[in-house]
């Protein structure tokens, strides 16, 4: 089992920055792809950013969003900047090794004036 601890998603103005962290915990290792989806109300969940133990990235958008991971903690961090209205949703953290994908509950992200 695997339990995650979101937390930095806050309301902040267009053009703004946030700082999400992801720490896991539970029967998790440096194998497994750790990442970040999001999802807005009536909308499907989408792909943000992930990252491998070793550090290889893959992101939906690698301008604005950082992706970075620290493996001795478990924990991933989303670094968003340029922030704009339509990046509102709940982004939620993944955990995935093979056919084993874990959910994290969300951390609410508001972009408004």
């Known amino acids: 089992q695997v339990s995650f601890v979101e937390s930095g998603g806050a309301l902040v103005q267009p053009g703004g920055s946030l700082r999400l962290s992801c720490e896991a915990s539970?029967?998790?290792?440096?194998?497994?792809?750790m990442g970040w989806y999001r999802q807005a109300p009536g909308k499907q969940r989408e792909f943000v950013a992930s990252?491998?133990?070793?550090?290889v990235i893959s992101s939906a958008d690698y301008v604005r969003f950082t992706i970075s991971r620290d493996n001795a903690k478990n924990t991933v961090y989303l670094q968003m900047n340029s922030l704009k209205p339509e990046d509102t949703a709940v982004y939620l953290c993944?955990?995935?090794?093979?056919?084993?994908?874990?959910w994290g509950q969300g951390t609410q992200v508001t972009v408004s004036s």
């Open positions: 990252i491998t133990g070793d550090g």
């Open positions: 539970g029967n998790i290792h440096s194998g497994y792809i």
């Open positions: 993944n955990a995935k090794y093979t056919f084993d994908s874990h």
